[in-house]
C-alpha cells in the first residue's frame, strides 16, 4: 500500500509556477487526437519576461524517473519559453511528446542531454534538437520544488538548438556548449535564432 507522504501534490507545482511566471493562461490535459493526457502542458503569458510565452509540464513530477547514469529517482517537469509573437508554433505538442517517452522509457532528462536532431521542430528557423539545461533565463528559485517529504522537482529547461549546435555538444561537451552561449549571448527565446557554430 502506499504511503501518502510519497504522493505528489499538483497543487504545490502549480502554486510554485504562479509565484515565479505569474498566473497560467491555459492549460491542455489531452493531445491533438483529444487523448487524455496523464499531466498538462501550461501557457504562462509575459514570462519570463514581457516579451516571452513560458510552456510547462504540471504532473510529470508524479512519475518516477530514474537517472540514467546512478538510477536514482528524479521527478521532474520540463519548461520551454520563446518570444511572444512565436507563441503559436506547437510547443505544448513538443512537450506533450517529450514527456510522453520518459514516460514510457522511466528515464529522466540529465543537464547538457540532447534530443535530437529529428527534422525541424518550428516552421521558422530550422532548429531541430532539444536541449536540457538549467532554467538560467526564470529566477533562480524556480529551478526545485520540494513535492512531497524528502522529495524534490527539478525543472529542465528544453531549449530548442540547431543541429550544428547538437553536434557541437556531442564532440565538445555541454560545459563547452553553455561556455559558448555565454559568450555568445544569443536570445535563447528566439525560435529563429542563427546557429552559433
Known amino acids: 500500500m502506499r504511503d501518502d507522504t510519497d504522493m505528489v501534490d499538483e497543487r504545490i507545482v502549480l502554486e510554485h509556477l504562479e509565484a515565479h511566471l505569474g498566473q497560467m493562461s491555459v ?16 501557457r504562462f503569458n509575459a ?4 516579451g516571452a510565452v513560458t510552456f510547462s509540464t504540471l ?15 528524479i521527478r521532474q ?4 519559453t520563446c518570444l511572444a509573437d512565436q507563441a503559436d508554433y506547437n510547443i505544448p505538442a513538443i512537450l506533450q511528446q517529450v514527456a ?3 514516460i514510457r522509457t522511466k528515464e529522466a ?10 527534422g525541424s521542430l518550428f516552421p521558422i528557423g530550422g532548429m531541430s534538437a532539444l536541449y536540457a539545461a538549467i532554467p ?3 529566477p533562480q528559485d524556480i529551478q526545485t520544488v520540494t513535492v512531497a517529504i524528502g522529495q524534490q522537482a527539478v525543472f529542465v529547461w528544453l531549449m530548442p538548438i540547431h543541429a550544428t549546435e547538437a553536434a557541437y555538444v556531442e564532440t565538445h561537451g555541454w560545459r563547452a556548449f553553455e561556455e559558448l552561449l555565454e559568450r555568445e549571448d544569443p536570445d535563447l527565446r528566439d525560435l529563429a535564432r542563427a546557429a552559433i557554430v
Not at 491542455?28 to 501550461?42: H, K, T, Y
Not at 517537469?77 to 520551454?80: A, C, P, Q, R, V
Open 136 to 138: 538560467v533565463y526564470f
Open 47 to 50: 514570462a519570463p519576461d514581457p
Open 77 to 80: 517537469e520540463f519548461l520551454m
Open 109 to 118: 532528462i540529465l543537464r547538457g542531454e540532447v534530443l535530437g536532431p529529428r
Open 27 to 42: 492549460g491542455w490535459e489531452r493531445n491533438a487526437d483529444g487523448i487524455r493526457l496523464p499531466f498538462r502542458v501550461l
Open 100 to 102: 510522453l517517452e520518459r
Open 59 to 73: 504532473g510529470l513530477s508524479t512519475e518516477e524517473l530514474r537517472s540514467p547514469r546512478d538510477g536514482r529517482v
